[in-house]
């Protein structure tokens, strides 16, 4: 029944791109839309029959690929990743129908989209070498051709583009590098005989698999320092694109990592996880702060996304560490905790790409130092926006709540742990949570604070109309998921187990007990979001009961109406109001060396006097530090290559002969 | 097994053959050079004839036929005819000057010894001892490609090359298909024809044919 | 007593009298009279100097964001009755022509020690 159904999916969902390529314009949106959702909903009955029943299916067709065949198996690990997937496509493909009414999109747009979700998918689901890295190039292209459907001919999107692929294949090479070696060495390419033989594997090659495996998984996730794409890409895709990168594509990168470092090479070493948890560590504090300095909406939330990301992989770094030190209930309680806080990044994450792009929308714009003043023309958006900011912000009652719990909980308890090392990687893992705690507050406060409330502080801003309802369905379908989750956790707390078990290669007893609410079943600690917030909305109701009953003085009866206090001016623009800028500023000047801001101050004067400036303009921009380190000395090293390498061939026909009679020389004489 | 009368005639032809191209390396003059050619060519047509004869093969002795009208006769011919166009027409300045031509020529016949040995070892026999003198005409061939800027020199260092590959065939194989040694001499014949056509337009246009000079296209 | 200084155009004067009424020598605090930020935290305003146009408004809204029950203190000449700039160019009048005055503190400027007698007046203590 579960393959029956994620097959049908994957057809549905491959037939809504072939419809939207061909479908004359008027149809074509609606019928690809139609056509992915309910691919969606297939995909996730497949998949989430896996979850409930915990049996993995598992397929194998020699037709569509030729020598190899096509191997698809999907476990309970993947299967929470082709979950998460159906309900973020589900969302966007909603999302979408009201993203391109008013300006039909191009026959690329609207089968690229569906595209994408196929091979999102799909990639889950590949149960060999050749199919997994089939799916993954299909994954890679379809994405950076979705990304450029919208305005392609602008100079960022291109540059953007370039970058994304750049990147992307750099790391498809690591990994089809690695897994090759591993199958080479591991005699057959299907999954199942690459696990089958883990034992056999020698030490230094495994690792070595590993690294360049973690390698292009990571540049997938967005993990600094490969994650300079994401905050290219991710503003200039179109936002249902953003979202489906963000809530279910980066997802893949900590599947990949799983799925190799557990599965296929069995757990593996102990300094293994803990490059990872401190890859997790450096993106979750470096995509926090770039997160609380970006003035552009969808720039803070792609620098989000990294620091997500990063206290997902640290969940998962500490997770395999203390697997590799034998201890299992800690282990799958961490890795629990880390699948938990991806779904729920999915969602929130979803939600606010989405609302941005809604804004966006109505706005014209997504600089945060432009906008102002959306809640009010905009309502129904500022909330799930907001449902979405509070999420990420894991205020409790929500889901980024209960999953960040869930992993404070797992780091603290592994304390326990015999090893030394990996009690001061949980350590860090502790501090990182916290201050990324504050600094994503930050951002989110900043976000919401400056884009939605106050004045607006420009004529687009001023004139956002309330977007439509499919688009506002399709915030409401993930932000309904960030509150559901965030009250009753244990709804899919059960399936999330199984997932942490197959992920885990000695497997995980149960880390959580059933109910609605957190409880852990290895050690002790529960909390129950839904008790806590029916107490909080108990209280106001009391509070409030108790304000009417109780009889009040001739004051509190005629409440006096006055203006909010303002210091007394007369005057108020929106230009008087704290800007994006202005609100980071603090902090930018706190982590100057790490964020490296660059101050651009012109001062004019009178001509009479130069203590009497006539007009001062200042200009600031914050780049990616590790983009300027790191990538310019290494492209600029590229191209002076290539224009040294431009100097050989100048046209000579001598010349080019010559090279050729010297390559034959000396192939003869090798050969001697 | 072969007379010794037999052998030395073929042993002389591919002699000759070599000589050829270190020959065509020496002079400067044009015409002294298609002269060459078409003695190689002659030498070649003597190889496969001999060969025919002890064989008995009537498709290599067509095949002899074809390489002496060919590469004896009708190529050098053609090129005869875009040399007397142009007349004086030396190779006045080639990009490596002759005694380090020749040098050169001395080394890369010494490579061709080293090499061929590998493949001699396959076929050991009388015949393949000269396999050499084959690639080492390709190989100077394929330097007078390189060092040498008149088109029609050009022409001659790419006629080397072939004559080279084909004497190897001979000795290796005694003598290939002869649908093949066809083809490739119209092949031959046809990059003269076009060398012709293109040598007259050029010096129509820039009046002169030197190679080098078409650098100036590029970029 | 809580209270929120409003400079309505004074010399400056009246704020230095001001700051020693509340420095260690009269030290206004100890019979419970305190400087506040914002009108929000007041009992009253404490005004000085006379109301000038540009100050006008702004009094007027200060004394709107004031809770009630609340008081309003001239402080120098100045706020009193226009002192020395009454009738000048720039000038709407005294506190009293714009705001209901509770408790004039004539002097120009007024010493801290008439501050704090008349702050002491207020508080009771
Ligand atoms: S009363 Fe005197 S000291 Fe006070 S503001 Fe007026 S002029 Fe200045």
Redesign the pocket.
Known sequence: MSTAAYLIGLGIASAAALLGAVLPARRRLLGAAVLSSAACLAALAGAGDVLVSGHAFSLHTAQVLPLTGVDLSLDPLGAIFVVTTAVVGLAVSCYSVGYGAHQTPSRTATAMLPAFLTTLLLVPAAASLATFMVAWELMALASLLALLTEHRRRRETRDAAQWYAVMTHIGAAAILLGLVLLAAHAGGQSFAAIAAHRRHLSVPLASVVFLLTLFGFASKAGAVPLHVWLPRAHPEAPSPVSALMSGAMVNLGIYGILRVGEDLLGGGELWWWLVVAALGVVSAVFGALHAAASTDTKRLLAYSTVDNIGLVLIGVGAAGALAAGGEQALAGLVLLAALFHLVNHALFKGCLFLGAGAVQHAAGTRDLDRLGGIARKMPATAVLFGIGALSISALPGLNGFASEWLLLEGLLHGFASHSAVTEAALLAGVATLAITGGLTATAFVKALGVGFLGQPRSEGAGDAREVGPSMLAGMGLLAGGCVVLGVVPGVVLPALDRATTAGLAAGAPRAVLPGLGLALASVRGAIDPALLVGGLLVGIVVIWGALRLVPRSADLRSPRRAAAWGCGRELQTARMEITATSFAEPLQRVFADVLRPDHDLEVTHTAESRYFPEAISFHQRVDDAIERVVYRPVMAAVTWWGRLARRVPNGSVHRYLAFGFAALVLVLVVLA | MRTGAELDVVELAAGIVLAGAVLALWRKDLRALISVLSLQGAALATVAAVLAVHDGDAGLGVVAGVVLLAKGLVIPGLLARVVRADPGSRETAPLVNVPASLITAAVLVVVSYLVAGHLTALFPGPLTRLAPLGLATVLVGFFVLVTRRKAVSQIVGLLLVDNGVALVAFLLTAGVPLLVELGASLDVLLVVVVLQVLATSMRARFGHIDLDQLRELHD | MQLRHVDA?????????IAQAFAPVSDAGRFGARLVASPRHADGLLV???VTKNMAVPLQMTFEATPRPRVVVA??????SG???AGAYGVVGSVRDVLPVDVEIP????EPSEITEALRRLTGR
């Open positions: 155009g004074s010399c400056n004067g009246c704020e230095i009298e000085t100097g006379v402080c120098g000449d100045c706020a009193v002192g020395v700039f002097g120009c400027p007024p």
